[in-house]
Protein backbone atom coordinates (compact mmCIF):
# COMPACT_ATOMS: atom_id res chain seq x y z
CA UNK A 1 0.00 0.00 0.00
CA UNK A 2 1.10 3.55 -0.99
CA UNK A 3 -0.12 6.08 0.90
CA UNK A 4 -0.80 8.88 -1.21
CA UNK A 5 -2.69 12.60 0.70
CA UNK A 6 -3.06 10.56 3.65
CA UNK A 7 -5.00 8.09 1.95
CA UNK A 8 -4.30 4.35 1.19
CA UNK A 9 -3.76 3.56 -2.39
CA UNK A 10 -3.42 0.16 -3.82
CA UNK A 11 -0.34 -0.55 -6.49
CA UNK A 12 -2.56 -1.98 -9.18
CA UNK A 13 -4.60 1.28 -9.11
CA UNK A 14 -1.23 3.18 -9.44
CA UNK A 15 -0.79 1.01 -12.22
CA UNK A 16 -3.48 1.58 -14.24
CA UNK A 17 -3.88 5.14 -13.39
CA UNK A 18 -0.28 5.32 -15.17
CA UNK A 19 -1.46 3.05 -18.45
CA UNK A 20 -4.28 4.84 -18.89
CA UNK A 21 -3.13 8.27 -18.53
CA UNK A 22 0.03 7.02 -20.89
CA UNK A 23 -2.97 6.14 -23.35
CA UNK A 24 -4.60 9.18 -23.57
CA UNK A 25 -2.00 11.36 -23.29
CA UNK A 26 -0.52 9.64 -26.83
CA UNK A 27 -4.28 9.39 -28.23
CA UNK A 28 -4.16 13.08 -27.34
CA UNK A 29 -0.80 14.19 -28.97
CA UNK A 30 -1.62 12.22 -32.20
CA UNK A 31 -5.22 12.87 -32.76
CA UNK A 32 -4.29 16.56 -34.03
CA UNK A 33 -6.68 19.31 -34.11
CA UNK A 34 -9.37 20.78 -36.44
CA UNK A 35 -8.51 21.66 -40.17
CA UNK A 36 -9.74 24.89 -40.06
CA UNK A 37 -7.85 26.00 -37.11
CA UNK A 38 -4.46 25.19 -37.99
CA UNK A 39 -4.47 25.82 -41.66
CA UNK A 40 -3.99 29.32 -40.91
CA UNK A 41 -2.25 31.86 -43.68
CA UNK A 42 -0.96 30.54 -46.04
CA UNK A 43 1.07 32.44 -48.73
CA UNK A 44 1.34 32.13 -52.21
CA UNK A 45 4.29 31.44 -53.81
CA UNK A 46 3.38 34.68 -55.66
CA UNK A 47 3.71 36.57 -52.55
CA UNK A 48 6.93 34.79 -51.04
CA UNK A 49 8.60 36.21 -54.31
CA UNK A 50 7.43 39.58 -54.24
CA UNK A 51 8.19 39.63 -50.55
CA UNK A 52 12.09 38.23 -51.24
CA UNK A 53 14.30 41.93 -51.84
CA UNK A 54 17.65 41.15 -53.70
CA UNK A 55 20.56 42.84 -52.59
CA UNK A 56 22.45 42.97 -55.50
CA UNK A 57 25.29 45.58 -56.00
CA UNK A 58 24.40 46.30 -60.06
CA UNK A 59 21.26 45.86 -62.25
CA UNK A 60 23.28 43.25 -64.07
CA UNK A 61 23.95 41.12 -61.05
CA UNK A 62 19.97 41.40 -60.39
CA UNK A 63 18.66 39.96 -63.88
CA UNK A 64 21.53 36.89 -63.21
CA UNK A 65 19.78 36.05 -59.88
CA UNK A 66 16.65 36.34 -60.81
CA UNK A 67 17.28 34.26 -64.32
CA UNK A 68 18.99 32.14 -62.52
CA UNK A 69 16.36 30.82 -60.04
CA UNK A 70 13.82 31.24 -63.27
CA UNK A 71 16.04 28.38 -64.60
CA UNK A 72 16.34 25.98 -61.49
CA UNK A 73 12.78 26.52 -61.36
CA UNK A 74 12.07 25.30 -64.63
CA UNK A 75 14.98 22.06 -63.51
CA UNK A 76 12.60 21.26 -60.62
CA UNK A 77 9.44 21.34 -62.42
CA UNK A 78 7.90 17.61 -62.54
Do not use: C, W
Amino acid sequence: MYTILGRAIKPEYLALGTLLSAVGLSYAATSGGSKGAASGYKQTLQEVKDSVKFDSSSKEEEEFIKNFIADAEKGSKH
